[in-house]
């Protein structure tokens, strides 16, 4: 990217320029397209036909009706709806630190929003079962089945429900939890947990809004990584699907369509699906084969775990790194035993980051976790740059707190919170030195 003065900043964080800021490809579709006819949907045309196929073509046969909307929350919101016609059933099982969207439909079903705003801001109809994270978690590394283990929390959550009266229409969850911290979870857990949400009366939504559409390498779709057993009932799409122009999707079964349309109530989306949503969308899947980009995920993001993996050898701050093509997490600690979360450490990284123009962000309920989710054009130089800035930034940092020691603890703790605040005085504004006091 190029700010206003021609400075160059890597850009390590937009998942939504997918396949590259200002890709050409994308813009003469878009500009072919707009100069010829743009509309709303009630008119038909060629590529909202031409598009869904080619969506759905990437998808699980059973997923094969599309509802084209303009934004993630637009499509996890008309998600909800359709989860809540299936059975007439209201209530929503939700993930620990998860966020779905930015209505009001999506606040009440994202701790990631509703916790900050006090302890009883969650409503009656949302259950919050615990994030499947085996570094943090509940079960972690060392749990013989951790998929099993918090599939029954979900399990717990349903019962205890149905006790009280309620009725569960839907689980819904990000298939990698990003603003929950880059979270991935055990392969077996989502088979589980739709087992036990379906037996219930309820569907299982995956949020592929910000991991989708081949982010994940190996996979279109970050949910495929649980097993080809596994098919969600419905899937929402957003962020990446054009490259930044305003569209989304929800993909779902003709069952859980017909059941909708059996409301009574019409449903109509003025621009989603208009030719010119569909043309981008259109480019944007024939860029992603046509340059190989899941091929350059899968190679780009092995080559960056294996980076990464040598600076949590040779840094204390660094306690865990995962992370699947180019969604990859960086857990930053102040003790790898107790797991202690480094925010302000995480913090400082970023800013100083920015001033090597470097764009890197910092996610997860203590914002401690550095989250990569690049342009799927990342190359193994860009991932060879970040690491290295990030390899001398970390050593800075530790040598300056006396982190840096044998056991990997300060010899003397008192001298070591002086020069930690010190160091850090100089790097933020007051105002956030007082917030992280």
């Keep these: 990217m190029f700010d206003d003065k021609g400075e160059k900043y890597l850009d390590c964080i937009n ?63 008309l998600a909800l709806r359709l989860a809540r016609q299936y059975h007439g059933h209201q209530d929503v099982i939700t993930l620990e630190n998860a966020y779905h969207g930015h209505v009001t439909s999506l606040i009440d079903i994202s701790p990631y929003k509703f916790n900050q705003l006090g302890k009883d801001s969650k409503k009656e109809f949302v259950h919050v079962a615990p994030s499947p994270d085996i570094y943090r978690g509940k079960y972690r590394e060392d749990h013989p089945d951790p998929a099993s283990a918090y599939a029954e929390e979900v399990k717990k959550i349903i019962e205890e429900a149905q006790k009280n009266g309620r009725k569960i229409a839907a689980f819904i969850a990000e298939s990698m939890q990003s603003c929950g911290g880059q979270v991935i979870p055990p392969v077996g857990y989502f088979q589980k947990v739709a087992e036990y949400v379906r037996a219930a009366g309820g569907l299982f939504i995956a949020d592929e809004v910000q991991v989708g559409f081949g982010r994940v390498g190996k996979h279109f779709w970050a949910f495929q990584l649980q097993g080809e057993d596994f098919v969600p009932d419905i899937v929402t799409m957003g962020k990446p699907i054009g490259n930044g122009h305003p569209m989304s999707c929800v993909v779902t079964t003709r069952e859980i369509a017909e059941s909708f349309g059996a409301s009574g109530m019409e449903y109509f989306n003025t621009f989603g699906g208009n030719p010119v949503s569909c043309a981008i969308g259109l480019a944007v899947l024939e860029v992603i084969e046509k340059e190989d ?108 707190t006396g982190m840096k020691t044998e056991n990997n603890v300060s010899t003397n703790a008192q001298c070591k919170r002086k020069v930690c605040f010190e160091f850090f005085f100089n790097s933020y504004s007051d105002r956030c030195l007082a917030n992280q006091v």
């Design 15 to 77: 998942n939504v320029a997918h396949v590259g800021h200002s890709h050409p490809h994308v813009i003469k579709a878009a500009t072919k397209q707009m100069e010829l006819l743009n509309t709303n949907s009630r008119f038909l045309h060629d590529n909202l036909v031409q598009y869904a196929q080619r969506l759905t073509a990437t998808l699980p046969e059973k997923l094969s009706v599309c509802y084209f909307v303009n934004s993630g929350s637009e499509a996890n919101d």
């Design 293 to 400: 980009l899941q091929g350059n995920a899968t190679r780009v993001g092995n080559y960056l775990l294996e980076l990464l993996a040598e600076q949590k050898e040779k840094h204390p701050l660094v306690g865990d790194i995962r992370g699947v093509g180019l969604f990859v997490g960086v857990d930053l600690v102040k003790d790898q035993q107790k797991r202690t979360p480094a925010t302000a450490e995480a913090l400082h990284l970023i800013y100083k980051l920015k001033e090597h123009q470097i764009l890197l962000s910092a996610d997860g309920p203590h914002r401690n976790i550095l989250k990569f989710k690049p342009p799927m054009c990342f190359t193994m130089e860009d991932a060879k740059h970040v690491v290295e800035t990030i390899d001398a930034l970390l050593t800075e940092m530790e040598e300056a």
